[in-house]
T-cell receptor
């Protein structure tokens, strides 16, 4: 069963516009959510995170929103830049195991066109 | 500072052979994780180390997979009698720092191809 889902495999936006990447989860015990960015042939790099006690976290051009009732989170990138083109993974952690292991979505490939 | 390093970066092996993948975590990180990413899929958790102990091995797909960590540092993931379905990118991550418990820092991965 896929506990973390990214239903859009790809997204294309124009430079300067907003990119919105979405993620849904099923396990209500998750208490921490993260977004990672991955370039080809590199490991994922941490981008931004949010605790379940918050509904928004902002870091520069990146904002993550959490809607616990809908079990949905989103990553907003404003303004989008060509260098943002990469695969974005959302991940969740917490629950009964509390080992810090991350459950990842399948990823969304973002292309920002100049 | 030095990040997480993994070796080899690429490994091609014949079906049935054993392989060892190595991970050097960031110095001082107590937690170490192994994940794998199969083609077109997200990252799949394999095993978690806290120090030299592995309290969560729930993601290891079969008993052909094993891992160890020594000195609270280097970890090796061993796959015995490799199968074609083992082909994937194997990623190691370290973390567990106070105040950033869930934030994990990934190595570049080892791309394993089983022919």
């Amino acid at each position: 069963d896929q506990q973390v889902k990214q239903n859009s495999p790809s997204l294309s936006v124009q430079e300067g516009r907003i990119s919105i990447l979405n993620c849904d989860y099923t396990n209500s015990m998750f208490d921490y959510f993260l977004w990672y960015k991955k370039y080809p042939a590199e490991g994922p790099t941490f981008l931004i995170s949010i605790s379940s006690i918050k509904d928004k976290n902002e870091d520069g051009r990146f904002t993550v929103f959490l809607n616990k009732s809908a079990k949905h989170l989103s990553l907003h990138i404003v303004p989008s830049q060509p260098g943002d083109s990469a695969v974005y993974f959302c991940a969740a952690s917490g629950g009964s195991s509390n080992t810090g292991k991350l459950i990842f979505g399948q990823g969304t490939t973002l292309q920002v066109k100049p | 500072g030095a990040g997480v390093s993994q070796s080899p970066s690429n490994k091609v092996t014949e079906k049935g052979k054993d392989v060892e993948l190595r991970c050097d975590p960031i110095s001082g990180h107590t937690a170490l994780y192994w994940y794998r990413q199969s083609l077109g899929q997200g990252l799949e958790f394999l095993i978690y180390f806290q120090g030299n102990s592995a309290p969560d091995k729930s993601g290891l797909p079969s008993d052909r997979f094993s891992a160890e960590r020594t000195g609270g540092s280097v970890s090796t993931l061993t796959i015995q009698r490799t199968q074609q379905e083992d082909s994937a990118v194997y990623l190691c991550a370290s973390g567990g720092q106070p105040g950033a418990y869930y934030e994990q820092y990934f190595g570049p991965g080892t791309r394993l191809t089983v022919t």
